[in-house]
């Protein structure tokens, strides 16, 4: 089997596969060897923004599962932008978030100038992220670093929805406590209310309720109520047949 000396006569950003370019495909594993491999991409001048594949770029793949921090480090020490937009995460930020890596999240903000409120990939803010993957120490940490809990993107609408879908209640106070507004309006279930009621384990009227004191208007409207509890339970019915 030919060494990855071999390969590199194809160049290092040659194009090509399911993990678009070899930098990438170097990074996604956590192992010495893939290690060793990146960094000779690096040394025999691999482009570290080199775009394409599911994971975007070498930056994005190195910080998903398995994580290889080591990797982030020289990527990051060898130009890798934290705020090129590709992938299925959009940016570096959204990739650490899902994969609770707070430290490599400080790493990226603090260090680095990943800009926090960026909207990419298919959930929107590195908040939505953390807050639809019920890790409330992420969820803290961003908001202390700035993140907007109203932004509106990606299939949940705003990231108190896509707790409130989740069931996250502890996620939901936070965020509450910092500013976010439960009437907002957007993604898929509409509202943080109707998100709580359409909820991914079915209808979860505890936590509507306590977010209905949070709103606004402080209304509640009955029907829908009983619609969405009645259309859950034939879902789950149909599921069965």
Same mark, same amino acid.
């Given at each position: ?73 020289? #990527? &990051?020490?060898? $130009? +890798?932008? !934290?705020?090129?937009?590709? *992938? ?5 930020? =959204? %990739? /650490? @978030? ?43 940490? #961003? &908001?202390?670093? $700035? +993140?907007? !809990?109203?932004?509106?993107? *990606? ?5 108190? =929805? %896509? /707790? @409130? ?77």
């Amino acid at each position: 089997m030919a060494g990855p000396e071999a390969g590199l006569r194809a160049g290092p950003n040659a194009q090509g596969g399911r993990l678009a370019n070899a930098p990438q495909a170097a990074c996604i594993n956590s192992s010495a060897s893939h290690t060793a491999v990146a960094k000779l991409l690096i040394d025999h001048g691999a482009n570290v923004n080199t775009q394409g594949g599911g994971f975007g770029n070498a930056l994005q793949a190195a910080i998903t599962t398995p994580t290889n921090h080591e990797l982030v480090t020289v #990527l &990051l020490e060898h $130009g +890798a932008d !934290p705020n090129t937009s590709s *992938g299925m995460f959009g940016y570096a930020l =959204q %990739a /650490a @978030a899902d994969g609770h890596h707070d430290d490599i999240i400080k790493l990226l903000i603090e260090s680095h100038g990943a800009e926090i409120n960026r909207i990419g990939g298919n959930w929107g803010t590195a908040l939505q992220i953390a807050s639809e993957a019920g890790s409330q120490s992420t969820v803290e940490l #961003l &908001l202390r670093k $700035g +993140a907007d !809990p109203n932004i509106c993107a *990606g299939h949940y609408g705003t990231a108190l =929805q %896509a /707790a @409130a879908y989740r069931g996250f209640r502890g996620i939901v106070k936070i965020l509450l406590e910092h500013g976010a507004d439960v009437d907002a309006q957007g993604g898929a279930k509409g509202s943080a209310i109707q998100a709580a009621l359409n909820g991914h384990d079915g209808p979860n009227q505890e936590l509507a309720d306590f977010l209905r004191t949070k709103s606004r208007s402080k209304t509640v409207d009955d029907d829908e109520v009983t619609l969405t509890s009645k259309t859950w339970t034939a879902a789950r019915v149909g599921q069965k047949a």
